[in-house]
């Protein structure tokens, strides 16, 4: 019964995310502030290699992509517009 009990402590102290319970814990054993951790050093190394201001250009990037890609569609629509106002100005001489 008391290994039983030992195993459950072990998996509470693993997966506990409880602000208190962490207090007493460190992220070498408990999963949930192992995954802090992580996320803190791979911001770490992505603004160590630049990453993120890659990351930030290629949004960047992508959101000119959207307004052409919105403006040629604005100008197909007036173009064919056009061109059908001159077909039927045409067919009026």
Known sequence: MERL???KKE???LTTR???EQEYLSYHGN???CEEK???I???VAEATDTVELIKKADK???YLK?????ISIIARESSKFASFVNIAKFDD
């Open 18 to 20: 409880n602000d208190f």
């Open 38 to 40: 992580l996320s803190e």
């Open 67 to 71: 307004k052409i890609e919105k403006n």
């Open 5 to 7: 009990e030992k195993l």
């Open 42 to 44: 791979e911001v770490k």
């Open 11 to 13: 998996i509470q102290d």
């Open 61 to 63: 990037f992508k959101e």
């Open 31 to 33: 999963i949930p502030l």
